[in-house]
Nanobody, 120 residues
Framework: QVQLVESGGGLVQAGGSLRLSCAASGSIFSISTMAWYRQAPGKQRELVAAITNGGITDFADSVKGRFTISRDNAKNTVYLQMNSLKPEDTAVYYC??????????????WGQGTQVTVSS
């Protein structure tokens, strides 16, 4: 069983920054690819970024150059650093575990999500 707990969301002005964290329990963290998804109101959930256990990363075109993803395997934690935030980044952000990258294959474990709101 894997549990994912996201934190770090909040309200920020456009151009600002936030760092999201996702703490994972369970033994699979070190072997899994970790990812961040987001879902805005009325829209489908979309993959934002992913990182393999070896540190290979992938990003959605909409966040390239603004977001970075990192992980600390010793702490079973994955991070999403979001800079130059835009109002269109407003969404609930979810952590996810899976395998592979390009494409990332979710194993179906989801956290409760953390709200990010970017004001203009």
């Amino acid at each position: 069983q894997v549990q994912l707990v996201e934190s770090g969301g909040g309200l920020v002005q456009a151009g600002g920054s936030l760092r999201l964290s996702c703490a994972a329990s369970g033994s699979i963290f070190s072997i899994s690819t970790m990812a961040w998804y987001r879902q805005a109101p009325g829209k489908q959930r979309e993959l934002v970024a992913a990182i393999t256990n070896g540190g290979i990363t992938d990003f959605a075109d909409s966040v390239k150059g603004r977001f970075t993803i990192s992980r600390d395997n010793a702490k079973n934690t994955v991070y999403l650093q979001m800079n130059s935030l835009k109002p269109e980044d407003t969404a609930v952000y979810y952590c996810n575990a899976g395998s592979g990258i390009r494409p990332f294959n979710s194993w179906g474990y989801w956290g409760q999500g953390t709200q990010v709101t970017v004001s203009s």
